[in-house]
Structure formats: structure tokens, C-alpha cells
């Protein structure tokens, strides 16, 4: 163990947890206003009762999302001190941005949405949800900016030994942007919607409040189904987008070594990276061909050769990311995403024929999808990230390079274990305290005597 | 005027926004087991500032990546530097943000003392930790030649930098106690008002101490400027004592609210235009010219920081005038 490694499993410990909350978040707040929506203009109590019960939902997780969320911004200074001074000049930039233009937003209005039902006039009140929503989306917006500078730096030059910002609107218009962000907030939508699903299906079963249920179960079918073909699509063409860009990462992805036209697409593999060969593999020809060009001719290229390409270009050194989790993180988001397709499709055709309700399995198959999603996204980013090794940022620094010097082994050990320790324990409570509102439903909770009663059920402080 | 020197007056901006709004948090937060003697009250006090902190607390996140934006290599020596003291502050802003909205999602008596304590844990590590954070930046720290902090930890805490966390945990205190007196009512009211007179009591003595010793630690004393706001700063918690005495709360909490801005003020002035202070060798220090992104970046987030401020400033006024009135017991819903 040395610093670099403990550095880099803190930043993948917070990272991964902190991104558990963000999906959540940015489709349930759109889920959540989209209720609100619905019941100022019929309204129609059910809505107002959705709009609590899920915002109350929503609020345990955003808390979760926005503490976690602190870490990592001052995270780049703590362990990543050199990378900070290397990019400063360009990665900072879309961070202050975030914090003025989205955290602010999204702070300010949540506590105006969740202290100002009874002070405000409805149509103010139900702007305030509107602009959490869109603070939360607009901050994604911007980390994305960031990250994509990282995945395929534009609109820089490196001058006095860092690399400088020489155009903005390079920077935030970068085409890595374009599929990377789609994908991103659309993979929160669809994580929302097969929560809300997950867990209308679960009531449903029970036959409890079924009005309420069913209603909430629409609006996410509809939301669920639309996010979810659009993922999928969009993560299609940035794979496309990536073998031109970042070829490496998805020659890993693929686990493919030798370059090869037409290129074989292998389903599953057994990797030997020592070797650099695949020891056992079931692959279909022609497809990885079809995939990445959509001709079943084409040269892709392998391992080997983009590594003899890099070497040349960059000097001696492994450019060679770790190939077997990478292989396996992609499969696995992509056998995720064709899951959610499925039985988003197939709750659209048996609520459209009246007949979800009466299949208690599929039910049940939708409430254990809640955690699917979930998994997309972690591996989705793990294959993102990790494939970018040994890049920090892509072709200007490795993460070897990137780590602070003037902190030790055991601060970072100590702050690893800390957050560690602290997060473990944070998560215990959420859930504890996620299932308890799940299972009691939207009217068990505590009601006011001598105020509207539901507007105290979503309020912080009953 | 440069753009650098801009961007230094920006930051001690959102440093100044930052103390003087989530100041006020912290010390309802450090108050929060003396003021609260039952669950309502303590509800009570936490709603004073349930819509707001959230708000407020983005004031250090923007600081941080305004800094981040503008001074790159402020922002990596600083934090890699003062390592293990931004690690108490993060955890103690988690469980502090996570109490807020946990604490009252449960019944049981247990569960919600124990999120109060973090909620007074957090706020009272913040509170302290910044003192000591802000006092070293001006006291200086063993900074290299290639701007690596190369101290430990232990390295920030002298008797200097301790009385300066003291200070800064006393005046937010004060600052809580102050704006309690003005969101509550009643008994509550009358108890943060008698608390505010004997934290004050405290404060000044404390005041008294961090000037003697920024006199014999730091330079503060050779910027005639630095010198006048400083001690303008601790004429102004006099003042908020005496008002208080008078019993006019509002003056009152104005004033302190002074005392915050003018020692911010006071410790960049002094800084000025070092950002952080090499204790190894001055000409080692970080400077707004040697920490600076380019004139590009600066350019760019100068025209973005004049258009937003505004308009967070705007609404974020406006927040405070929706929830304006006194929070009352009544008002709280079983």
C-alpha cells in the first residue's frame, strides 16, 4: 500500500457513495415537481399527497447527496494537489460555476419549498420545487463539464508548466459533454422512476392505498419508459463516440487484444492480463465491428497496438487500464440497462391491457429492480473512470503525478477509515430510516392538529 | 486594479458571506443543547435556521471553488496543507447537514438526542476549526520553496491560532445567541438574550487576548488600515454588549454582525496580498500572483461571479423575508 493507492480507493469510496444519492436526486426532484405540477393545476389532494410522501423521500435522500457532496469538492486539494495546480487554471472554473449557479439554486429553494407550504402562494411554492430541480440538473451539468475535461481535454494549452485555459466556450461546449451528460441525468431519471415503480409495486401488492399507487406507478411508467429507451440509445452512440476518442477504454471494455476488421464482439471472457490474451471467450463475428460503426466492417483496434501507439507518443509506461473489471463493469451495466428495457416494456404493455395488478410476479420483479439501476450507474462510472487509467487527465497527466506530496500515509489512511467509518454508518441510518416512510405509506405519518394536516408530512421537522 | 486583486476582494467576499451567514448557524447549533430544554424547544431553536443553513453553507462551497477557480494553487496547498483540520470540518458539516433532516424523521427520544449532539458537535468543531484556520493563514506555516505545506498537523495548533478558534467560536456563539433573540419568542427569547450577555462577557476578554497576540505573531500590526478595522472589529462586540444590556436586540445582533465582517476583513487586509504566509521564508509565501489562474480564467470568472452574486443575493434576501416572523411553539405541529 502506498499513497497513491489509499488516495485513489478514498477518492473511489466517496465518489461511489456520494454518486448512491446524485441519481436519485435529479430524477426524483423532477418526479417530485411533476406531482406538485400535477395538483396545482387539477387540484386533486391524491397529487398533493404524492407530492409529500416522495418528497419526503426525496429530502432524506438529497441531505445524504449534498453532505456527501462537500467531500468532494474540497477532495482535488486534500489528495490531489498537483492535479489541482495542473488544472486549476481550467477545472476550477466549472466548479465555482456549479456552486453559484446550481448549488445556491437548489439550497436556497429547497428550504423556500419545504418550510413554505403554508406561506407561500401555490404557484410560488410550486416554482420553488421547479428550481430544484433544476439546480440539481444544472449542477450535473457542470461536474460533467469538468469530468469531460478530463476524459478529452479541449480548449487548453499547456504554458508555464500546467495546462491553461485558452477557450470557454471550447470547454463547455467539449462534444464529450454531449453524450456524457444525456447519459448521466437520464440514468437518475430511470433510477428514479424504477424507485418510484419499485416501490408503488410493492403497496400494490399489498393492495394498500392503491389510488394513491397506481397514480404514482403512471407517472413513473411513463417517465421510466422514455428515460430508459433514451439511455440506452444515448449510451450506445457514446460507446461509438469513445472508440474514436478514447479507444483504449473501450478496447478494454471489450477485452480486445489484437486489432482486427471485421472485430469478433466477445460476450463473455475469461482475461488473462499477464498475458495479454483471452483464455477462454464466446464472441459473435463481425459485431464488435457493427457495434462500434454500425457496418459489419471496420477496423478496431486492440490493446496491443493502441499500447504500441501510446508508447510511442507518450514515452515508456503501461497504458493498459485494468481490462478484466473493466470488461466485466461494462457487461454488467449493459446487462442492467437491457433489464430495465424489459420490464419497463413489459409493465407498459400489461398496464396498457389493465393486467399489471393482477401479476403479483411482475410486481415483485419491479420491486427488486429498484436496486438495478443502481448498479448501472456505479459500474457505468467505475468503467469511465477506471478506464481512463493511467490517466488523470487523458494524454496530460497521470494520476501517479496528481497525488500531494506533503500529505502522508497515515493522514490519508486516517481520513479513509474516518469517512469510511461515518459514511458506513449514515448509510444504516437511511435506510432505517427510507424503509420506515416506504412502509408506512403516505398516511401514517405524523399529522398536525391545528395546521393543514399534510402540509407538516414532508416538512423536516415533525 | 488587476483582476488578481479583484479576485482576492471576491473571495474575502464569499469568506465574509460565508462567516457572517452560516456564523449565525453555528452558534444556534452550539446553543441548541443549553437553549432547548424539551424536544419542542429545541425544535424551536433549529427551525430559526431550517430554511436558511443549507443556503448559507453553499457560501463556503463557492468560496472553496472560487478559490479553487482563481488561486489553484491556494487552494492546493491550503487544503493538502491543513490536512487533518479539514477533515474534522467535513465531518463535522456531514453529520451536522444529515442531523438537520434526520433528527426529527424519527420518534423516539433516543435518536433525536443523539442527532441534537451532532448537530452541536458539528457546529462546534466548524466554529473553532475556522478560527484556527483563518489565524494560520496569517501566522504562517512551514511552505516550501515549491509551495508544499511541510508541517503536520499539530503544526497549526499554537496558543495563537487557538485563541483565534476560540474567538471565532465565541463571537458565532454570540452571533446565534443574538439571532435567536430574534427569531424566537418568550422564554426562549429571554434565554438566548441572557446567554448573548454572559458569551459576550467571555468574548471580550478572548478578543483582548487575539489582539495582544496577532500584535506579537503577525505582521497585522504594520498595515494601519489592517490595525483600524481590527480593532474596529472589537469595538463593535463592546457596542453589542452594551446594546444588548439596552436591550435592543436588533442593534445588537447588527453589531456583531460587524464584528464578524471587520476581523474577516481585518485578516485579509493583513494578508493582503499574500493568501497564505510562509513561516520558512516570506519570499515563499502564497501570493495572488504566484497562486493565480490565468488573466483568461480570471476574465472569465469575473464576468460570471458579477452576474450571480447579484441575483443569489437577491434571493437568498428574499428567503429571509418569507420566513421572517418569529418561529413559535405554537406553530409546531404534533
Known sequence: MDELLL????????????????????????????????YVRTGNETYKKMTKFWGKLFLINFAMGVVTGIVQEF???????????????????????????????????????????DKLHKKIHLLSIWMVAIGSNLSALWILIANSFMQAPVGYAIRNGRAEMTDF?????????????????????????????????????????????????????????????????????????????????????????????????????????????????????????????????????????????????YGPGNYIPPVTSIFWSFRIMVAAGAWMVLITLVSLYLWRTGKLEAKPLVL????????????????????????RQPWIVYGLQKVEHAVSPSVSMGEILTTLIGFTVVYGILAVADIYLMVKYIKQGPEETPVSSHLEPSAKEVSLWT | MDLNILWFILVTVLFI?????????????????????????????INTIGPVWDGNEVWLLTAGGASFAAFPNWYATLFSGFYLALFLILLGLIVRGVAFEFRSSDRSPAWRNTWDWMIFTGSFLSALLWGVAVTNLLQGVPIDAKMQYVGSFFDLLSPYTLVGGLTTLLVFTLHGALFLTLRTEGEIMERAGAIAGKIAMLAIPVVLLLAMLTYTQTDLFSKAGAVVVFLGSAVFLVLALLLLRAGRNGWAFIANSLTIVLFTVSMFWALFPRLMVSSLNPEWSITIYNASSSPYTLKIMTVVALTMVPIVLLYQAWTYWVFRHRVTAKELHY
Open chain 1, 7 to 38: 488516495a485513489r480507493w478514498q477518492f473511489g469510496i466517496t465518489t461511489v457513495y456520494h454518486f448512491l444519492f446524485v441519481p436519485l436526486t435529479l430524477g426524483l426532484s423532477l418526479l417530485v415537481a411533476i406531482m406538485q405540477t400535477m
Open chain 1, 75 to 117: 477532495h482535488f486539494g486534500m489528495n490531489w494537489s498537483e492535479y489541482s495546480r495542473f488544472v486549476g487554471d481550467i477545472f476550477g472554473a466549472p466548479l465555482a460555476i456549479e456552486a453559484l449557479l446550481a448549488f445556491f439554486l437548489e439550497s436556497t429553494f429547497l428550504g423556500i419549498w419545504i418550510f413554505g407550504w
Open chain 1, 169 to 313: 466556450f471550447a470547454l463547455i461546449t467539449n462534444p464529450h459533454v454531449f453524450y456524457q451528460f444525456p447519459h448521466t441525468v437520464l440514468a437518475g431519471y430511470a433510477t428514479a422512476a424504477f424507485f418510484v415503480m419499485g416501490i408503488s409495486a410493492y403497496h400494490l401488492l399489498r393492495k394498500n392505498h392503491q389510488d394513491f399507487f397506481r397514480r404514482s406507478f403512471n407517472i413513473a411508467l411513463v417517465f421510466g419508459f422514455v428515460s430508459v429507451i433514451l439511455v440506452t440509445t444515448v449510451g450506445h452512440i457514446q460507446g461509438q463516440y469513445l472508440v474514436k476518442t478514447q479507444p483504449m477504454k473501450m478496447a478494454a471494455a471489450e477485452a480486445h487484444w489484437e486489432t482486427a476488421d471485421p472485430a469478433a464482439f466477445s460476450v463473455v471472457a475469461v482475461v488473462d492480463e499477464k498475458n495479454q490474451t483471452n483464455t477462454f471467450e464466446i464472441s459473435v463475428p463481425k459485431m464488435l465491428s457493427f457495434m462500434s460503426y454500425n457496418s459489419f466492417n471496420g477496423e478496431v483496434k486492440g490493446l496491443k497496438d493502441l499500447q504500441a501507439e501510446a508508447e510511442a507518443r
Open chain 1, 364 to 387: 415483485k420483479a419491479l420491486l427488486w429492480s429498484i436496486p438495478i439501476p443502481y448498479i448501472a450507474n456505479t459500474t457505468g462510472w467505475y468503467m469511465t473512470e477506471v478506464g
Open chain 2, 17 to 45: 458571506g460565508f462567516f457572517f451567514l452560516e456564523g449565525f448557524d453555528y452558534g444556534v447549533g452550539v446553543l441548541l443543547p443549553f437553549l432547548g430544554r424539551n424536544d419542542t424547544e429545541r425544535r424551536v431553536v
